[in-house]
C-alpha cells in the first residue's frame, strides 16, 4: 500500500544549474560523448557475451529439443517487462575467453507479476560445467536473494565442477559447496525456491535443485550424482543416463520430483503456474509514498560526471534527476561539506543518500576543502546520518566519486582516523539496505567508508565513468617508481632515470586497466554496469527487492569512536 500523497510544498525541486545554454558548452558535449561512447564499447562487449558458447553451441542446444538459458528466461518473463541482468561480464578475459558470463546467467525477473531473482546455467558453455568464477557469481546472487529474502528460480543444466578447474571450484568456503548451503539457509529463512532440471545435473550439482522447495524436470534430462561412465567403471556394467537418472525413473520411482514436464515450454508454464500460487509478498517495512517522475530530465546524467577527475561538478545535480519531484532534504547541509547527506524519495520510497561532493567547499572558520575527499567533520556528519536512517528504518544509497579520507598533520589532529573508524562502524552495522552507486572514482578507504563490495551492499553497480582501485593510476604509479628508484640508488648509487620513467608507464597502464570498471565487472566486484540515465529505474528496483525482507535485526554498533 502506498501511503497518502505529502502535502504540496513540503519539498522544493532543486535549483539545477544546467539549462540550454549548459548543454551547449563543449565540456558538457565532451562529457557526453566520452560517457556514451563508454557505453557503446561496454554494450558491444555484452552483445557477444550473451551469445555464450557460439551459434554451433547454440544450434547442437536447440538440436537436443532444448532452448538456450537466454531463451528460457525470456519465456519465463511476464510480457512486456525487462531482464536486469547482473554478473553479465563476469569472467570477461579470464580462462581463454571459454566462460562468457561464467556459463551462468542471473538477473532480476518479474513472473507472474512479482520480482524474482532467476540463475540459469548455461549448456551452451562447457556444457554448464562450474568455473570458478561460475561458482563465485552463483553466490553472490544468492547472496542478493538472501538479503532481499526474494525468492529464486534456477534453471539448472550443468555437468557439474569443471574437473581441470577442481582445486578452484571445490573446497574452500565459497565455493562449489556453499551454493547448496545457500540453499537451505534461504529455505530455512523461508525464501521461496523453484528448480527445474532441464538438462543434465551431474554429482555434487545435483542437490542444488533438490534442496529447493519444488522440483521439476524435462524428459530426456538427467539427474544423477555418477553419469553413465563413472556407473560403468565402478558396477562393471553399462547403464543409460535414463536407467540411471531419467525424470521417469524420478518422478515415478524415486519420488525425488515433484513434476515431469515433456519439453522447455510446458516446464516454464508450469514454473509461471507455481510462481503464482506463492503468498503476496508482506507488506515493506519501508515507507512508500505516491510516485513522482523527477523534473529534471535524465538525459543530463550522461555529461555530469567530467571525463576528467580533477574537475567540480555538484553531486546534486545527480541526485535531483534520480529522487521523486528533484526534491530532497540536505542534511546539515552547512556542515561537512564534502559529503552530501540528504533525504528523499526514489519512485516513491523514502531512502538516504550519502553522496560524494565534488565541489571545492568551505566551511565557517576552516580552509578550503577538496571535492570527493572525505574530511573529519564530513565522515562525523555521514555515520551521524547512518545512524538516523538505521533508526528509522530508511534505505540508503551511496554515491561513489570519492578519492579517500584527508591526510596530514592537520587531518590527524581533527582525529580523521577516529572520525573515518565511526564512518565505517555505522555502514558496517547498518540493518537497511544498502544500495551502492560508483560515479565516478572510488579509491581507498572512502570506498570502504562509502559501503564498497566488502561491506555487503545489497546492490553494487557503477556507471561507464567510474574508476575503481586502491589509488589511482598516477598516484600508484609514482608510490611504487619512488620505491624502486630508492631501492636502485641503495644498490648502485645512482638512480637510472630511463629505467624508471619506463617503469613508472608500465605501473601506470596496469592500473589504468584495472580501474576500468569492466575490470572489476568481470572479477564481480560490481553486479552490473549501468547507463545513468538508467540510474533511477535501477534504484527502483533494487528497492523494491529489498522490500521483500520485511523482518529486520536489531540495530547494534557496539563500541563506538566519539
Not at 525487462?82 to 513472473?111: C, I, N, Q, S, W
Not at 538505521?390 to 587531518?411: A, C, E, K, T, Y
Request: with cysteine; aromatic share 8%.
Amino acid at each position: 500500500m502506498l501511503n497518502p500523497k505529502p502535502e504540496a510544498g513540503v519539498h522544493e525541486p532543486f535549483a539545477t544549474g544546467i539549462d540550454e545554454a549548459t548543454r551547449n558548452e563543449e565540456a558538457y558535449k565532451t562529457n557526453r560523448r566520452l560517457t556514451l561512447e563508454k557505453l557503446v564499447e561496454i554494450r558491444a562487449k555484452e552483445k557477444v557475451i550473451v551469445l555464450g558458447g557460439g551459434p554451433k553451441r547454440i544450434e547442437a542446444q536447440h538440436r537436443k529439443g532444448r532452448l538456450t538459458a537466454r531463451e528460457r528466461i525470456a519465456q519465463l518473463l511476464d510480457p512486456g517487462t525487462r531482464f536486469f541482468e547482473l554478473g553479465v561480464h563476469a569472467a570477461a578475459g579470464m580462462y581463454d575467453g571459454k566462460a562468457p558470463a561464467a556459463g551462468v546467467v542471473t538477473g532480476l525477473a518479474r513472473v507472474d507479476g512479482r520480482l524474482f531473482m532467476v540463475i540459469a546455467n548455461d549448456a551452451t558453455v562447457a556444457s554448464g560445467a562450474f568455473f570458478p568464477m561460475t561458482a563465485k557469481k552463483v553466490i553472490r546472487n544468492q547472496t542478493i536473494a538472501l538479503d532481499c529474502h526474494l525468492p529464486t528460480i534456477y534453471l539448472v543444466d550443468s555437468a557439474g565442477v569443471n574437473l581441470p578447474l577442481q582445486d578452484e571450484v571445490f573446497p574452500d568456503q565459497d565455493d562449489f559447496g556453499r551454493v547448496f548451503r545457500n540453499n537451505a539457509v534461504m529455505s530455512a529463512q523461508g525464501v521461496p525456491q523453484i528448480a527445474a532440471i532441464m538438462g543434465m545435473c551431474v554429482a555434487g550439482g545435483a542437490y542444488l535443485p533438490i534442496m529447493c522447495d519444488k522440483v521439476l524436470m524435462t524428459e530426456g534430462s538427467g539427474l544423477f550424482l555418477a553419469g553413465p561412465d563413472l556407473v560403468a567403471k565402478a558396477m562393471g556394467r553399462k547403464f543409460d543416463s535414463e536407467e540411471i537418472g531419467g525424470a521417469t525413473l524420478h518422478a515415478a520411482i524415486s519420488g525425488t520430483i515433484d513434476f515431469k514436464e515433456p519439453d522447455d515450454p510446458t516446464c516454464i508454464q508450469r514454473i509461471r503456474t507455481l510462481a503464482g500460487t506463492l503468498a503476496p509478498p508482506p507488506a515493506p517495512p519501508f515507507r512508500r509514498d505516491e510516485p513522482k517522475p523527477p523534473v529534471h530530465p535524465a538525459e543530463d546524467l550522461a555529461a555530469i560526471v567530467p571525463s576528467d577527475p580533477l574537475q567540480q561538478y555538484d553531486v546534486r545535480e545527480v541526485i535531483s534527476r534520480l529522487v521523486d519531484d528533484s526534491a530532497f532534504t540536505e542534511y546539515r547541509a552547512e556542515y561537512g561539506k564534502t559529503l552530501s547527506c540528504c533525504f528523499a524519495r526514489i519512485d516513491g520510497w523514502s531512502v538516504g543518500i550519502v553522496a560524494n561532493q565534488k565541489l571545492h567547499v568551505r566551511d565557517p572558520g576552516r580552509p578550503w576543502e577538496m571535492g570527493g575527499v572525505i574530511y573529519s567533520h564530513s565522515a562525523d556528519k555521514a555515520a551521524r546520518f547512518i545512524l538516523d536512517c538505521n533508526q528509522n528504518r530508511i534505505p540508503l544509497i551511496f554515491m561513489h566519486d570519492v578519492n579517500g579520507f584527508m591526510v596530514g598533520p592537520d587531518s590527524e589532529k581533527a582525529g580523521i582516523i577516529r572520525s573515518g573508524a565511526k564512518m565505517v562502524n555505522a555502514v558496517s552495522n547498518s540493518i537497511v539496505p544498502k544500495i551502492t552507486v560508483i560515479l565516478g572514482g572510488s579509491f581507498g578507504a572512502g570506498h570502504y567508508a562509502m559501503c564498497g563490495k566488502a561491506y555487503d551492499p545489497h546492490f553494487i553497480v557503477a556507471w561507464p565513468t567510474a574508476r575503481y582501485a586502491v589509488m589511482g593510476a598516477e598516484q600508484a604509479a609514482g608510490t611504487i617508481s619512488q620505491v624502486r628508484a630508492a631501492a636502485q640508488k641503495r644498490k648502485t648509487g645512482e638512480v637510472d632515470e630511463a629505467e624508471i620513467e619506463a617503469f613508472y608507464e608500465q605501473v601506470r597502464a596496469k592500473y589504468v586497466r584495472e580501474t576500468d570498471p569492466l575490470y572489476g565487472a568481470s572479477r564481480l566486484w560490481l553486479d552490473a554496469i549501468i547507463d545513468p540515465r538508467e540510474t533511477r529505474h535501477f534504484l527502483s528496483l533494487a528497492l523494491e527487492s529489498a522490500a521483500h525482507k520485511t523482518e529486520l535485526d536489531p540495530f547494534r554498533i557496539g563500541v563506538f569512536q566519539t
